[in-house]
C-alpha cells in the first residue's frame, strides 16, 4: 500500500481538472470583453479624430457651402485608412452659425459591428457619434473672400453664378 493512503494525506492531482473546468469559460468571457471594449474605445478615439479634422477644415473655409463640403470630406478623408469596423459611417456639417466669430460643428456617427464577436447578450453592432465645434475667425470676412498674406483678395464665387 501506499504511504498517503495510510497518512491520511489525499491526491490533489483531480483538482486540477475541476478548476481548469470552471476557470476556462470565466477566462474566456474575459477575454471577450477585453477585445470588445478595446474594439469600441478605438472606434470613439478614430470617430473623435475624424470630426476634429472636419470642423477645423469647415472653420477655415470662406462660404457656408464650402464649409460643409470641406466639413464632410476631411471627416471622411479623418477616418480613411485606418483600422476602424464601420458598417455605415455618416457626417453632418452644421453651418447655421457660419459667421465671423460664429462657430462650425461637424458630427460624425459611425456603426461598428461586433458581430464577428457573437456571443449572447453583446448586440451585433453599436452606433457611436462625436461631435466636435471650431470656431470661425471673428476677424475675418465670410462671404466677400479672404486676403492671403501676400495681399492679393482671392475671389470667391456666390451661389448665383459669377464672382
Do not use: H
Amino acid at each position: 500500500m501506499t504511504g498517503d493512503r495510510w497518512s491520511g494525506r489525499r491526491s490533489e492531482g483531480g483538482s486540477l481538472v475541476v478548476e481548469l473546468v470552471v476557470l476556462t469559460p470565466v477566462l474566456f468571457v474575459l477575454a471577450l470583453c477585453a477585445l470588445i471594449f478595446g474594439r469600441v474605445t478605438d472606434a470613439q478615439q478614430q470617430v473623435a479624430a475624424s470630426a476634429r479634422a472636419g470642423a477645423q477644415a469647415a472653420a477655415v473655409m470662406t462660404t457656408p457651402g464650402q464649409a460643409q463640403w470641406a466639413g464632410a470630406a476631411n471627416a471622411v478623408i479623418g477616418g480613411y485608412g485606418r483600422v476602424l469596423t464601420c458598417a455605415a459611417f455618416s457626417v453632418e456639417t452644421d453651418v447655421g452659425n457660419f459667421r465671423p466669430g460664429g462657430t462650425v460643428t461637424v458630427t460624425v456617427s459611425c456603426k461598428v459591428g461586433l458581430s464577428d464577436l457573437a456571443f449572447p447578450g453583446i448586440p451585433g453592432s453599436t452606433t457611436i457619434t462625436a461631435s466636435m465645434t471650431a470656431p470661425v475667425d471673428p476677424y475675418r470676412s465670410v462671404t466677400g473672400g479672404f486676403r492671403p498674406a501676400g495681399g492679393v483678395a482671392v475671389p470667391v464665387s456666390r451661389s448665383g453664378g459669377g464672382t
